[in-house]
């Protein structure tokens, strides 16, 4: 290491100058103008300081002090290094006489001699030993590995000589050995032999044994994809024979009920007589000649049938005219004259006793749209209904009908305290046809406030019909 023109080097503790403390060189650089320092010894960082000089500073051996000049040395123990400045004259240090004789790359030894050594520059401990290993750097055991170097341990080199020893890529001789029905023996020429077993069906690979060889040769044996002619043996009504030109014939039965099989002869007449039929034709029915107890029907493509008349506790039949007549007239009286007065009904003046409303009296929420289909609640039993609504000419197209054979009467009364009329609509498609009303002159009435309305129900013409002056 070269600081302030002086080169310093570290020599063995065991020089004569100072056998117990490391020794370093010093030597001017180049050409020497002046007795420059040539020679010292400093103290090592690992031991106390020799006479009276303290830790990492210069210590001389001769007391005396053959330097003179204004110099001052520190040393760095961790970078290992000196710095030296100022001036520094001497001729002599510890007895010898120093020269400027030595070149730039010699270095002064212990006896005074300038000494050349080999190669150049210096070793920094922070360059070649940036871990502060501070041991042999020859030792492989104060190594250390990196990513890309390795340190080969013992076990290593040990493994790698064992698998160096050994034999590889050596021939193997595969031979015949024992064979059986079912096996056969595969023998190594430097291993354990093997006994390859036979195949298992649905199973494992293996030899083909002894008799499953023999079954491959008989199957080999047959002839297959031979042409098999087929033509029509003897027949019968219901049975027909299909024979085999290598084979077996059959007998192909007649079909049953449950089982598919031949068209029988008979079978096959049935079908052929039904296809002659015409089915789905159209049979015209029409009335014919009629008389006081008889009706004929007349079929176009048929025979024609006569309906007899009715017979009382019998058989059902035609009703005759006078029969006719008889229930007509029983109806009426039923019905408007259960008393037998034998009367006009609808003249007042025949009208006898206190007329009164005899059924239930209904009041259904106020109406507030066109009503079809009217049937409020309550309004199968009742037989007057008080009605309300919210705007002139609330309209209904119609009731509905009593069942078959129930001769009903409504009425229905205006209730608003406004003067909103309330209509009825004349045979009004907004009602089925058998609840619809048929009104006076064949055109809509309505009756006003506090006005009743009164409709029967004719199951003649399956309408209602006004029994008073509505409109």
Request: glycine residues 8%; hydrophobic residues 40%; charged residues 15%.
């Amino acid at each position: 290491m070269s600081v302030g023109g002086i080169r310093i080097s570290r020599l063995n503790r065991k020089t004569v100058l100072n056998p117990t403390n490391d020794i370093f060189v010093m030597s001017i650089q180049g050409s020497a103008t002046t007795n420059g320092l040539t020679f010292k010894t400093l103290i090592n960082n690992l031991q106390a300081a020799i006479a009276a000089g303290p830790l990492n500073a210069i210590q001389f051996n001769n007391p005396l002090g053959e330097l003179d000049g204004s110099t001052d040395f520190l040393w760095d123990d961790n970078a290992k290094t000196l710095t030296i400045t100022g001036a520094a004259n001497a001729s002599v240090f510890n007895g010898v006489a120093l020269t400027a004789s030595g070149s730039s790359l010699d270095f002064l030894n212990a006896e005074g001699d300038y000494v050349p050594v080999l190669g150049s520059g210096d070793m920094l401990a922070s360059v070649y030993d940036p871990t502060t290993v501070s041991a042999d750097a020859f030792s492989m055991g104060n190594m250390y590995e990196t990513a890309t170097a390795k340190v080969l341990t013992n076990l290593e080199r040990l493994e790698i000589a064992a698998n160096t020893s050994k034999v590889s890529n050596v021939t193997t001789n595969l031979s015949i050995g024992t064979a059986t029905a079912t096996t056969l023996d595969i023998n190594s020429s430097d291993g354990t032999n093997a006994t390859i077993p036979e195949a298992i069906a649905s199973g494992n690979a293996g030899l083909l044994s002894g008799s499953n060889k023999a079954d491959i040769a008989t199957n080999n044996g047959k002839v297959s994809n031979v042409t098999t002619n087929l033509s029509i043996g003897a027949a019968t009504g219901t049975t027909l024979d299909v024979e085999s030109s290598d084979g077996t014939n059959a007998t192909l039965p007649e079909t049953t009920a449950l089982d598919a099989g031949l068209l029988s002869v008979a079978k096959r007449g049935e079908i052929i007589a039904n296809t002659a039929k015409v089915s789905n034709v159209s049979t015209n029915l029409s009335i014919g000649t009629a008389t006081a107890t008889t009706l004929d029907v007349n079929s176009s493509d048929g025979t024609n049938a006569t309906l007899p008349q009715a017979i009382t506790s019998g058989n059902a039949g035609l009703m005759s005219g006078a029969d006719k007549a008889t229930v007509d007239d029983a109806m009426i009286k039923a019905t408007y004259d259960s008393a037998g007065v034998g009367v006009d009904v609808y003249n007042k003046a025949n009208e006898t006793g206190i007329e009164q409303i005899t059924g239930p009296i209904i009041t259904p929420s106020t109406l507030t749209a066109t009503a079809d289909n009217y049937a409020p609640s309550g309004f199968s039993t009742c037989n007057m209904i008080r009605q309300d609504i919210n705007a002139n000419n609330r309209e209904i197209t119609g009731f509905v009908a009593p069942p078959a054979g129930v001769n009903r009467i409504i009425k229905i009364c205006n209730i608003d305290s406004s003067s909103f009329d309330l209509r009825f609509a004349h045979n009004d498609s907004g009602s089925l046809a058998a609840n619809r009303i048929l009104c006076r002159d064949n055109n809509q009435k309505s009756i006003k406030p506090n006005e009743t309305a009164e409709y029967w129900y004719d199951h003649l013409s399956l309408r209602w019909r006004p029994l008073n002056r509505v409109g």
